[in-house]
C-alpha cells in the first residue's frame, strides 16, 4: 500500500513509527511548518517532520489546502504532490489543518484518523484534555474514516482503556502508543478488505474545545476539590493549571484531594509541610505536592519549601 501520512506533534509520530515499522509504504508526510520555540524561538520542526526528514521520506509543509483560500499556492503545490503519489490511503494524526473534500477523495481507501478519545465523545481538538477534566472513568483510541465534518467519520477500530489518576501528558503517551497499534491494524485490515465501517451514534456526542491558556487559572470559589485536581492533572503539561500567590503567579502541577471539611474560606492555606501544602477548597481540601515559581523548575513540595515561604493564613486566588 502507498500511504501518505498527515501529522506534526509527537503522538503523531508514533503512530507514523508504528507504520513504518510494519512495512508500509510512506510515499508522502504532510505537516505543519516549522514554529518558533525554546527560548531563542528559533525556528524547529514537528516531530513528524525530523522523525520523516531522518528517513528521507518527501514532505510538504503547507499553511493551507484550500485551494481558495488565504495560500493557495501552497494548496496547489500539496494537491500536486498527494495526486502524483497515487496513494492507497491518508493517515492522519492530530495534523492542525482542515481536509477539504478534495484531499478526503484522494486516496483510492480515503483518510483514516486516529483520533484520541472513544467517539462520538470529544469530537474536536483536545479529547485527552476534556476526558481527564471531565472525570471520566475510561477513554481510548478510534480509526475513524474521514468526513467533511467534525470527527463525524464512521468508526472504523476503537478500543478503550482506564484513565487512571495520571496527568495528559502521562495519558498522551498511552493513548499514542494504542493509537500506532490500532492504525496498524486497521490498514493490515483495509488492505485485505476486510474493514467494517459503523456509523457513530448520535447519542453522547460532545465536544473537546481547544485548551485556552486563560483556562489555567484554579477558581478555589467556583470548583469543589476533585474538579481542582481533575483540572491540575488535565492542563499538564499545557498551559500548566495556577494560582496567585501574594501576588505571585504559581504553576500547580500535581494535587489530592483530602476529604477534610475545609473549615476555612476557599483558597486558605491550612497547613505546610514536606508532605504537601493543604488549601481549602469549596467541600473539601486540596493538597499540593509539586509547584513552580516564574523562571523556575517544576520542584516536589518539600524541594519547593527551601526556596519559598509558605504559611497557614495565607490564601490563594
Not at 478503550?160 to 492504525?183: C, N, V
Request: neutral net charge.
Amino acid at each position: 500500500m502507498r500511504i501518505a501520512f498527515a501529522g506534526t506533534p509527537e503522538f503523531a509520530r508514533v503512530a507514523l513509527e508504528a507504520i513504518a515499522a510494519a512495512g508500509f509504504e510512506i510515499v508522502l508526510v504532510l505537516t505543519q511548518p516549522d514554529r518558533p520555540a525554546g527560548r531563542g524561538m528559533k525556528l524547529q520542526a514537528s516531530p513528524v517532520k525530523q522523525f520523516a526528514a531522518a528517513r528521507g521520506w518527501p514532505v510538504a509543509q503547507p499553511r493551507s489546502l484550500r485551494l481558495d483560500g488565504k495560500y493557495p499556492e501552497d494548496a496547489a503545490a500539496a494537491r500536486a504532490a498527494i495526486l502524483d503519489a497515487r496513494l492507497d490511503a491518508m493517515v492522519v494524526a492530530a495534523y492542525g489543518l482542515i481536509l477539504p473534500q478534495w484531499v478526503l477523495d484522494a486516496p483510492r481507501l480515503g483518510c483514516l484518523n486516529i483520533h484520541a478519545s472513544l467517539l462520538p465523545r470529544w469530537r474536536g481538538a483536545a479529547p485527552i484534555h476534556r476526558a481527564i477534566e471531565a472525570g471520566d472513568a475510561q477513554t481510548g483510541v478510534t480509526i475513524m474514516q474521514m468526513d467533511a465534518g467534525l470527527d463525524t467519520g464512521d468508526m472504523l477500530l476503537r478500543e478503550s482503556l482506564a484513565i487512571g489518576d495520571g496527568s495528559t501528558a502521562q495519558l498522551h503517551d498511552r493513548l499514542a502508543g494504542l493509537g500506532g497499534r490500532l492504525i496498524v491494524d486497521a490498514l493490515k485490515q483495509a488492505e485485505a478488505g476486510t474493514l467494517r465501517p459503523e456509523p457513530q451514534p448520535d447519542e453522547g456526542v460532545s465536544y473537546a474545545h481547544k485548551v485556552e491558556k486563560q483556562e489555567a487559572q484554579i477558581d478555589w470559589r467556583t470548583h469543589d476539590a476533585a474538579a481542582i485536581v481533575r483540572r491540575i492533572r488535565a492542563f499538564d503539561p499545557f498551559p500548566g493549571a495556577s494560582s496567585t500567590l501574594d501576588g505571585e503567579t504559581l504553576k500547580l502541577w500535581a494535587a489530592q484531594v483530602r476529604l477534610d471539611p475545609p473549615g476555612q474560606p476557599p483558597g486558605t492555606v491550612l497547613a505546610v509541610g514536606p508532605a504537601g501544602v493543604a488549601v481549602a477548597a469549596r467541600d473539601a481540601v486540596v493538597v499540593l505536592t509539586e509547584l513552580q515559581r516564574p523562571g523556575g523548575k517544576r520542584l516536589a513540595v518539600a524541594d519547593f519549601l527551601r526556596g519559598f515561604e509558605l504559611k497557614p493564613g495565607q490564601v490563594f486566588g
